[in-house]
């Protein structure tokens, strides 16, 4: 089983920025791909950001492109989202997620097996 740990979020403000992480455990090590999806109040789980495990490919939203940007730390075996130029827009509950085998997409929440607990991200304009 893998299970997913999430840090990082908080209450910033427009401007600022945030790094999310996330902790695989478990068979994590097996892991094809990692990525980030928010839903705030009222809204469907969107995509965020992913990428597979080596780093070969990398995705990130539209709306976030040029503001965000995923990564690994391998040292830490942790995977980083790391948030700029925050929006209130932006506001959401971010979970983390992760393919064991490619499941057909990068960017389907369907696509991830494993889920975290999620983590608040709040910014006031």
């Known amino acids: 089983q893998v299970q997913l740990v999430e840090s990082g979020g908080g209450l910033v403000q427009a401007g600022d920025s945030l790094t999310l992480s996330c902790a695989p455990s478990?068979?994590?090590?097996?892991?094809?791909?990692m990525g980030w999806f928010r839903q705030a109040p009222g809204k469907e789980r969107e995509f965020v950001a992913a990428r597979d495990w080596s780093g070969a490919s990398t995705y990130v939203a539209d709306s976030v492109k040029g503001r965000f940007t995923i990564s690994r730390d391998n040292a830490k075996n942790t995977v980083t989202l790391q948030m700029n130029s925050l929006l209130a827009g932006d506001t959401a509950v971010y979970y983390c997620?992760?393919?064991?085998?490619?499941?057909?997409?990068?960017?389907?929440?369907?696509?991830?097996?494993?889920w975290g607990q999620g983590t608040q991200v709040t910014v006031s304009s």
């Open positions: 478990g068979r994590a090590f097996s892991m094809f791909a």
């Open positions: 997620a992760a393919q064991g085998a490619f499941r057909g997409s990068y960017f389907s929440a369907r696509a991830y097996e494993y």
